[in-house]
């Protein structure tokens, strides 16, 4: 597959380490691509769920992947997320063409953009950071579980079902946080004048030009890879939503990737086992 050439690529929420990210289908997608600059917005490495037993070969080739691109010269920054935030305490540390930062400025063809990842807005977060970890839990086994189910669901041609989104889309609550999400991230671009404000955080993939009593901003939020499987592109002074699509690598996509949701299933089962302990220890 011949390399596509793009100045800017965004992706964040990837949370490697976690039975629901995409990394096989995210590695097919950085082979086709040959970025200029490449910013990772939060949660590449998911620390919070991070287990000794899970950790896949395709998880450390998205790694290996993302360092090749900076040995061949792709300026990549890595902005912190909420799930990596322990990398937090190594903020402005540089390495070659790969720097670590909380949050990043860039002027894209005379126009200014804010990148960071969002977590600053979430107040579960901030408040009750045991609560959102939680729940961080509960939802990878959400995913796998809805793997699992879509597995079968396309074994007897039946359309895939996305469990998350329609708790997402049925719940009054989660619906308004995301609104709010990007209306607070867009008024405070606006306040700062800045013409793109880009965010992820929520997995909630959009492009939306956002207007308030003083002025506009263009929002944009680089979704995820467990479910979306998206990311944000800059080419030639304009802003485009990718998302992955297997046919797209047809040449390229094995039927491993659907095959591999058994694997991932007994994988959690032997992660969450609780062991018990022999009599008289």
């Known amino acids: 597959m011949k390399k596509r050439k793009v100045e800017l690529v965004v992706i964040s ?16 997608y950085l082979n086709s691509i040959k ?15 991070f287990r000794k037993r899970y950790f896949p070969k395709s998880h450390l080739e998205v790694i290996k992947k993302i360092i090749d691109l900076s040995a061949n010269g792709t300026e990549v920054i890595y902005i912190t997320g909420n799930h990596d935030d322990l990398l937090r305490k190594f903020c402005d540390v540089k390495m070659g063409k790969i720097s670590l930062v909380n949050k990043v400025v860039l002027n894209l063809d005379g126009k ?39 597995w079968w669901l396309l074994k007897f041609k039946r359309e895939k079902f ?70 944000l592109e800059y080419h030639q002074k304009r802003w485009k939503l ?13 039927e491993e990737i659907e095959k591999n949701v058994k694997t991932e299933f ?10 018990t302990p022999k009599k008289g220890n």
């Open 13 to 28: 929420d990837v949370h490697l380490g976690t039975f629901g990210c995409h990394a096989k289908e995210l590695l097919l």
């Open 35 to 49: 970025p200029k600059k490449l910013i990772l917005n939060g949660d590449i490495i998911d620390i919070w769920q």
């Open 112 to 150: 200014k953009a804010w990148f960071f990842h969002g977590d600053v807005f979430d107040a579960s977060i901030q408040n009750a950071k045991w609560l959102a970890k939680l729940g961080g839990w509960g939802y990878d086994i959400l995913i796998l579980i809805n793997r699992f189910l879509n």
């Open 162 to 231: 996305s469990l998350s989104k329609k708790i997402k889309n049925g719940v009054k609550k989660a619906v308004k946080h995301i609104n709010d999400f990007e209306e607070v991230a867009s008024d405070l671009a606006i306040e700062k004048n800045y013409k793109y404000v880009v965010c992820g955080h929520i997995h909630q993939p959009q492009i939306v030009r956002k207007v308030n009593r003083n002025g506009t901003c263009l929002y944009l939020n680089s979704g995820d890879w467990v479910e979306n499987l998206t990311s």
């Open 242 to 254: 990718h998302q992955f699509r297997k046919e797209d690598y047809a040449n390229l996509y094995q």
């Open 266 to 275: 007994q994988d959690l089962l032997a992660a969450i086992t609780i062991t």
